[in-house]
């Protein structure tokens, strides 16, 4: 992961944890009879859905630079 994407990455990872934060203080925290249990379970659902993403985007950069080296490695073979 280069740095671009790795700074691309956690950007959107702290967009997520607000959005989750936003949602889940909207909509489902009036649900919730104890407001710090709910903050703690609204804590670790954004810590796994962004840690799912970071883990999804990783996967996602090291399958296209495999694709990009797989394409280098035919030009090169085209060559020679």
């Not at 944890?17 to 659902?45: R, T």
């Amino acid at each position: 992961m280069s740095f671009s994407q790795g700074w691309d990455t956690g950007f959107r990872v702290i967009l997520l944890y607000v959005g989750v934060v936003f949602v889940w203080l909207g909509f489902i925290e009036p649900y919730f009879a104890n407001q710090s249990m709910s903050v703690v379970i609204m804590n670790i659902v954004a810590f796994v859905i962004s840690a799912a993403f970071v883990v999804r985007a990783r996967n996602r950069f090291i399958a296209e630079r495999q694709q990009a080296e797989a394409e280098v490695a035919a030009l090169m073979q085209e060559d020679v």
